[in-house]
C-alpha cells in the first residue's frame, strides 16, 4: 500500500431558509412579536406557558386562550457567553438566560444584553425586553433583555385578549441556516484527486474478487472491506451503458441544454460513474455508443474531477451488449 | 422476551480532529473488527442498524456512504437513526425481539471536527422559538449547571471531582482522548468557559465510531464464550422545551432506570455519557447508584465524545466489562438531545 496522505480538504456552505407554517398559535405569538407585544396561552390549570404551545405538554390537551405577558421579567439561570458567534443574537458578551416574563410561569430561552459586563448578571435580575425598530414577526424581534433594576412586577399581568385585540397572525416563519463546514476528502479520494490532477484515473481493486471500482472510494461497496492494494489506472474512454436526455435547468450546470447525461464503462473499470455527453447528436446517443474524455487544457487541471470537461464519441465501433450488460 | 447479548464490541482511537481520515475510512476497521470478534461471517448477521447525524456532513443522507464500510451488495437488511448508535442498538434489539433477525450489527459514527459542532446541535431544538436565537449546546448545558449549582443540587467542587475521576479512570483506556492526573482545586482555579463552566465541566469534542454486535440466544452462546445478556433496555424522552422540565434532576432517566430494573441487583459497574459534569452526577443519581459502583471505567463521556457513538461505545465498554468477569452486571446510559433531554438506559448481566 502506498503511503498515507494527507487529505486534501475543502469549504462546504450549508446555507438555506426553511419556511415554515406556524399554525394557530404560534403564528398569533410571532405576529404579536412583530406589534412589540408578547403572548402566552393559558393552561387548563390556569398557568401561562411563553412561548405558547399549541397542547398542554403534560397532558397533551388542545390550549387555545392567549394572554398578553408584561415585556418585564425575572432571570431564573443564565450562561455567560464571553465569545459569542457571528449568528447568536449579542455582537458582544452576553448571556443566555431563561427569563420568567411577568404574568408567566414559565420562562423563556433569549439573550440578556448587559453592555459585556458580566458582573451585571445574577439570577433574580430583573429584564426588560428590547425590541428591534423592524421587527417581521421572530424572537429575533427582541433584540435582547436588559437590565432593569428598577422594573418592579406590576400587577395586572397576564392581560385577556379579547378576539380584538389578538394580533395578526404571521403564517410563516422564515428560519435562515447557515454552517460552515471543512470536509477531508479522506485516503482514498485524496490519492485520486491528486492523481486526476496530473491527468490520471485511478481505480481500485477489491482484494476478495479483483473488480476495479472507479472512481477510488476506499471500500468495496459489495464486500465492505478496504481497497488497500495499489491503485490501477483506468482508461479515458469507454462505453455508454445508460443515457438521459436532460432538458431541465439548474443551478451550477456547466452545459448548455439539452445534453446527454450518460452512465459510462471506463476501459479497466468494472463500476460505472454519470458524465456529460458533448459535441453528439442528441438523437445519435445510444448505449453501447464508445465514447472518450475531453480534457481541460492541461494548464488548468486541479485536483477536481472537473478536469474532464466532458465526454465525446470516440468513433469506434460499438462495444457488443455483453461487454456492459452486468452494469445494466 | 427473548435473550439477547452483545457478543463482540469495536471502537476507533477518538481523537479531536481525523487529519487524513473521512467517516468511512474511519468507521471501516472498527466495523471489521467487530464483526471478526463476533464470530459470525458476513452472510450470518441479519440486520444492521446505524446512528449518525446528516448535519455532522452539511450533507443530506450522508449516512449512506456509511453503507460502504459494512458493504450492501447482495442487498441487505438495514436501517438508521438519526441519534446515537445506542438508540440503533435499541432498534436492532427490538428487531430480535420480533424474531425477524437472530443477529444484527450496530454501528455509530460522527466526525465532528468538520464542523462547529456546539452550533451545528442548535438545530436538534426547536425550529420556531429556539433555532433562531442559535443558542449552542454549551451554553444551554451552562443555563442548566447553574440551576442545579444554585438550587444546592450540584457543587462546582463535586463537578470537578467527576472530570478527576473521570480522566484518571480514562488513562488505562487507549481510546480515550481527554485523561491524566488532576487535581480539582487547580482545575477549579482555571477561568470560565461558558460560565459556571468550565473546559473541564465539558466533554471534549472527538472523531469517532463505534460498533456493536447482538445476538439471541443459542447464536450469542455458540459464538461468544461469556455473552453480555441485555436484561433490561430502555428509553425516555422528555419535552423539547428548557421551560416545561424540571433541570435540577433527570426524570427520564429515573423513569428508564426504574423500567430497566437498574435497582433489582448490585451494578458493579456504570457507564454514563453524559456530556458535562453536572449531567453525569444527575444521572449518577437518577440511576441510583452506590458507593460500591465503579463509574464511568473507561473514562466515560467527559473523556472521549465521539458523537452519535459515544452512547453506543457506553454499552460496548459495560458489555466488555461482563464478557471479562470483572463485573456481573453493568448499566450503560445514552443521551441526547439538550440538558438531559433524552435518556437511554441499558443492562448487561454475565
Redo the contacts between chains.
Keep these: 500500500m502506498s503511503e498515507?496522505?494527507?487529505?486534501l480538504t475543502a469549504p462546504?456552505k450549508?446555507e438555506y431558509t426553511?419556511k415554515?407554517s406556524?399554525g394557530p398559535i404560534?403564528g398569533r405569538f410571532f405576529g404579536g412579536l412583530r406589534d412589540g407585544r408578547i403572548l402566552g396561552v393559558r393552561r387548563p390549570d390556569g398557568r401561562v406557558?411563553?412561548?405558547p404551545?399549541e397542547y398542554d405538554?403534560?397532558t397533551g390537551v388542545a390550549l387555545s386562550e392567549l394572554v398578553e405577558v408584561a415585556p418585564t421579567g425575572t432571570v431564573?439561570?443564565?450562561?455567560?457567553?464571553?465569545q459569542p458567534?457571528e449568528?447568536?443574537?449579542v455582537g458582544r458578551p452576553f448571556a443566555?438566560?431563561?427569563v420568567k416574563l411577568d404574568g408567566a410561569d414559565?420562562?423563556?430561552?433569549?439573550?440578556v444584553d448587559s453592555g459585556g459586563d458580566?458582573k451585571k448578571l445574577r439570577?433574580g435580575l430583573r429584564v426588560r425586553a428590547r425590541f428591534a425598530a423592524e421587527r417581521t414577526g421572530?424572537?429575533?424581534d427582541i433584540e435582547a433583555f436588559e437590565p432593569a433594576e428598577g422594573a418592579k412586577a406590576e400587577a395586572g399581568w397576564p392581560r385577556a385578549l379579547a378576539q380584538k385585540d389578538l394580533p395578526e397572525p404571521l403564517e410563516i416563519?422564515k428560519?435562515p441556516?447557515k454552517?460552515?463546514?471543512?470536509?477531508?476528502?479522506?485516503?482514498?479520494?485524496?490519492r485520486f484527486l491528486r492523481a486526476i490532477a496530473e491527468g490520471r484515473l485511478l481505480g481500485q481493486r477489491c482484494p476478495v474478487d479483483g473488480k476495479v471500482y472507479f472512481p477510488t472510494?476506499?471500500?468495496?461497496?459489495?464486500?465492505?472491506?478496504?481497497t488497500e492494494g495499489e491503485p490501477v489506472d483506468v482508461k479515458d474512454r469507454g462505453t455508454i451503458v445508460s443515457y438521459s436526455i436532460v432538458r431541465v435547468p439548474s443551478e451550477n450546470l456547466a452545459v448548455e441544454l439539452p445534453f446527454a447525461a450518460i452512465t459510462v464503462l471506463l476501459d479497466g473499470a468494472d463500476s460505472t460513474f454519470t458524465h456529460v455527453l458533448s459535441e453528439a447528436k442528441l438523437e445519435d446517443v445510444h448505449m453501447g455508443m464508445r465514447v472518450q474524455a475531453v480534457w481541460l487544457p492541461r494548464e488548468q487541471w486541479t485536483t477536481s474531477m472537473r478536469n474532464i470537461k466532458f465526454f465525446k464519441p470516440s468513433g469506434e465501433p460499438d462495444a457488443p451488449f455483453e461487454s456492459y450488460e452486468a452494469h445494466l | 422476551m427473548r435473550d439477547v447479548a452483545v457478543v463482540s464490541f469495536a471502537q476507533s482511537r477518538h481523537v479531536r480532529r481525523?487529519?487524513?481520515?473521512?467517516?468511512?475510512?474511519i468507521l471501516?476497521?472498527v466495523?471489521?473488527e467487530a464483526r471478526e470478534r463476533s464470530g459470525l461471517g458476513?452472510g450470518e448477521i441479519d440486520f444492521v442498524c446505524s446512528g449518525s447525524t446528516d448535519?455532522l456532513?452539511?450533507?443530506s443522507f450522508a449516512f449512506v456512504a456509511g453503507?460502504?464500510?459494512?458493504?450492501?451488495?447482495p442487498p441487505i437488511c438495514e436501517s438508521h437513526v438519526e441519534m446515537d448508535g445506542a438508540w440503533a442498538l435499541y432498534e436492532a434489539w427490538v428487531k430480535i425481539q420480533t424474531g425477524y433477525a437472530d443477529s444484527a450489527l450496530v454501528y455509530g459514527f460522527g466526525k465532528a471536527s468538520?464542523?462547529?459542532l456546539p452550533?451545528?446541535l442548535a438545530?436538534q431544538l426547536d425550529?420556531?422559538?429556539?433555532?433562531?436565537?442559535?443558542?449552542?449546546a454549551?451554553?444551554?448545558a451552562?443555563?442548566?449547571?447553574?440551576?442545579c449549582l444554585?438550587g444546592g443540587v450540584v457543587s462546582e467542587g463535586a463537578m470537578a471531582e467527576a472530570a478527576v475521576r473521570d480522566r484518571r479512570n480514562a488513562k488505562d483506556n487507549p481510546f480515550a482522548q481527554v485523561k491524566g492526573d488532576f487535581e480539582a482545586a487547580k482545575l477549579l482555579g482555571e477561568p470560565?468557559h461558558?460560565?459556571?463552566?468550565r473546559k473541564h465541566d465539558c466533554a471534549p469534542i472527538s472523531d469517532g465510531a463505534a460498533a456493536v454486535v447482538i445476538a439471541a440466544g443459542d447464536v450469542a452462546r455458540r459464538v461468544c464464550k461469556r455473552p453480555a445478556w441485555i436484561t433490561g433496555f430502555t428509553h425516555i424522552a422528555e419535552?423539547q422545551?428548557?421551560?416545561?422540565r424540571d433541570l435540577t434532576r433527570s426524570r427520564s432517566t429515573e423513569i428508564a432506570a426504574e423500567k430497566a430494573g437498574v435497582g433489582k441487583g448490585p451494578v458493579d459497574v456504570a457507564e454514563l455519557s453524559a456530556p458535562f459534569t453536572h449531567q453525569e452526577l444527575l444521572v449518577e443519581r437518577a440511576l441510583g447508584l452506590g458507593g460500591a459502583t465503579k463509574v464511568n471505567p473507561s473514562g466515560g463521556a467527559l473523556a472521549a465524545n465521539p458523537i452519535m457513538a459515544v452512547g453506543l461505545v457506553r454499552v460496548g465498554e459495560a458489555a466488555r466489562r461482563v464478557q471479562d468477569g470483572s463485573a456481573r452486571r453493568a448499566v450503560a446510559h445514552a443521551t441526547s438531545g439538550p440538558c438531559l433531554q433524552q435518556n437511554l438506559v441499558c443492562v448487561l448481566e454475565g
Design positions: 498515507a496522505p494527507h487529505s462546504h450549508l426553511y415554515r406556524t404560534l406557558l411563553v412561548p404551545k405538554p403534560d431564573v439561570s443564565w450562561a455567560w457567553v464571553a458567534r449568528k447568536q443574537p443566555y438566560a431563561l414559565t420562562p423563556l430561552l433569549h439573550a458580566a439570577s421572530t424572537l429575533r416563519l428560519v441556516v454552517l460552515d463546514y471543512l470536509y477531508s476528502a479522506g485516503q482514498a479520494a485524496t472510494r476506499g471500500a468495496c461497496p459489495e464486500h465492505g472491506v478496504p | 481525523e487529519p487524513d481520515r473521512n467517516e468511512v475510512e471501516m476497521p466495523v471489521r458476513r448535519y456532513a452539511g450533507q453503507l460502504d464500510a459494512v458493504g450492501a451488495w468538520m464542523g462547529d452550533e451545528v438545530l425550529p420556531y422559538v429556539l433555532t433562531p436565537l442559535w443558542p449552542d454549551v451554553s444551554l451552562a443555563l442548566q449547571a447553574r440551576l444554585e470560565f461558558v460560565a459556571p463552566l419535552p422545551d428548557l421551560g416545561v
